[in-house]
């Protein structure tokens, strides 16, 4: 379970959509599709970027243990479906969340096992993408919601040394390359559970 979070701006929807592009990642990846109560964004579209639904469905699936992990970011609440992961797991392949940071401590918390990749890029940088990303907001309205969220990107830095990894997205290429070379290298990593047991000797050697 790949688990990918980080503040508003840096390129995490940009960098999961490259990602997808690539066959070795579409054909053994499962994205999760998140639900969320608030509006799509222009250009989104519902069971491809969220399941956008009312509140007070969310609640009655919140209520019926339907989510692995739910967390309310701004004013709005979002959650991981755990039919994504039973999905994921019976077809063989991994899982990859891209949720906000309390989503991404929630899981490590009931998986151990999931792989934290915190996304960050320079705060100009992410300042700028913020003002250039569309909006139905003008104005002060505007300039007050990118300040809630630079102001939230400052706590979720915080929270950096609870993660496996953290990639700078300041080439898009590049932090790509560097997501999928976790990825793959993870796949190879010894489990927890099998270190420090002795080799069966009984069997010898073949």
Known sequence: MFVVSGPSGVGKSTVTAELFKTPEIKESVAYSISATTRPPRPGEREGVNYFFVTQEKFDSMAAAGEFLEWAQVHDHVYGTPRSNIERAFSAGKDLYLEIDVQGALNVRAAH???????????????????????????????????????????????????????????????????????????????????????PDSSQGEG
Do not use: H, Q
């Open 112 to 198: 151990p096992d999931a792989v934290l990749i915190f996304i960050t890029a320079p705060p100009d940088v992410f300042r700028a993408r913020l003002e250039n990303r569309p909006s139905a907001l003008t104005g002060d309205a505007l300039r007050n919601e990118i300040e809630i969220r630079m102001n939230t990107a400052r706590r979720e830095l915080a929270f950096l040394t609870e993660y496996d990894f953290c990639v700078i997205n300041d080439n898009l290429d590049e932090c790509v390359k560097t997501v999928i070379s976790i990825m793959f290298a993870e796949r190879c990593r010894v489990p927890s559970s099998a270190k420090g047991k002795a």
